[in-house]
């Protein structure tokens, strides 16, 4: 059983008055790759910051783990971030959206000042550099000017400085903006393998593409709150509980062919205008009482596919829960 390695408790932070944390409270466990995910400007960076002691929260707080107790009178492992800040330097490694690097130093220039500001000895410094540009794969430019690598290299030298002082937990703010889709996958594979390295990894993105496969569990960060925290499979059971039956008919009569089924395998029917939708944790069963309604009804079958949600429609359809919760709010506030 994995345990916390960082906590964070009743967070909240609001910039002139308007709130961007509202209560937030998780625990992140030692050697996952966690992902916050949600819109922009839903809080994600502000969230970052608050973990590695850039910005103070005005209620709540963050903790993190020590295992030199020895250090600290406490008994407890977990000791506040904004009280250990040199501890939380050593600790943590974070690579903001913004390059941090320096465009006129060489890659082997930009890790070694960076190294030095740990004061590491000369030997650790250079032990990690070598380690660190094997691992994201520039040892070949460690002579090459920054401002001269390509937008992957130079997004990869960002983790690299993030990494020179092998920190146990590394904070990457949209570590694939701006990337295209193949640069991106590479930079998720990297990922990866940072953190088969033992390194806790807190990625907050809005590319989904990947993360689903990737990320041991997944934060969804929406209207200053997490709305809800889990894995890939517990987020698709709690919203479709099952899976999605697609199906295109001839002459597609959508709303007829739904109100034709009924049964109690079936747990939600949407019509979509060019198909029509129906989830079930039974698809086996129920695509035979489709066949014969769909017979009854004369329609022909054009198309017929079983799928399990992505996590593009998990956040979609969060959002939109959110936004129909927030709409009916609104409506109780005008009638009152």
């Not at 906590?7 to 409270?25: C, E, H, P, Q, R």
């Not at 295209?180 to 590479?186: G, I, Q, S, T, Y």
């Not at 393998?193 to 041991?216: F, M, P, Q, W, Y």
Request: proline residues 3%; aromatic residues 6%.
């Amino acid at each position: 059983m994995k345990k916390p390695i960082i906590k964070i408790d009743k967070v909240k932070k609001a910039f002139n008055g308007n709130v961007v944390l509202d209560g937030i409270s998780i625990e992140i466990e030692e050697n996952e790759i966690f992902a916050i995910i949600g819109g922009s400007g839903t809080g994600k960076t502000t969230l970052l910051n608050t973990i590695i002691g850039f910005l103070r929260p005005d209620s709540g707080e963050v903790f993190f783990k020590d295992d030199n107790i020895f250090e600290t009178s406490s008994t407890s492992q977990f000791r506040p971030v904004l009280e250990n800040i040199e501890t939380v330097k050593r600790k943590f490694g974070f690579a903001a959206q913004s390059p941090s690097f320096y465009s006129k130093l060489t890659v082997f220039e930009n890790l070694d000042y960076f190294a030095a500001l740990y004061n590491l000895t000369t030997e650790a410094r250079l032990t990690n550099i070598n380690t660190i540009l094997d691992l994201v794969e520039l040892d070949k430019a460690r002579d090459v000017q920054a401002k001269n690598l390509s937008g992957g290299m130079q997004r990869r030298l960002d983790m690299a400085c993030a990494l020179v002082h092998d920190p146990d937990i590394l904070i990457l703010d949209e570590p694939t903006s701006d990337l295209d889709p193949m640069l991106a996958r590479h930079i998720w594979k990297l990922i990866e393998k940072i953190n088969k390295r033992g390194t806790t990894i807190i990625v907050a993105t809005h590319d989904l593409s990947e993360i689903e496969t990737i990320c041991t569990r997944i934060a969804i960060l929406s209207n200053a709150k997490i709305e809800h925290t889990g894995t890939m499979h517990e987020l698709t059971s709690m919203l479709s509980r099952g899976l999605e039956i697609h199906l295109e008919t001839y002459p597609g009569n959508y709303d007829k062919i739904l109100k034709h089924l009924k049964d109690p395998l079936i747990t939600e029917k949407e019509n979509r205008g060019n198909k029509c939708v129906i989830h079930t944790a039974k698809p086996q069963k129920v695509l035979l009482k489709i066949l014969n309604a769909l017979s009854e009804l004369d329609e022909t079958l054009m198309e017929v596919n079983i799928t399990k949600l992505s996590l593009s429609d998990v956040f979609s359809k969060i959002t939109k829960k959110r936004m129909k919760k927030d709409e009916d709010k609104q409506n109780n506030k005008k009638e009152h």
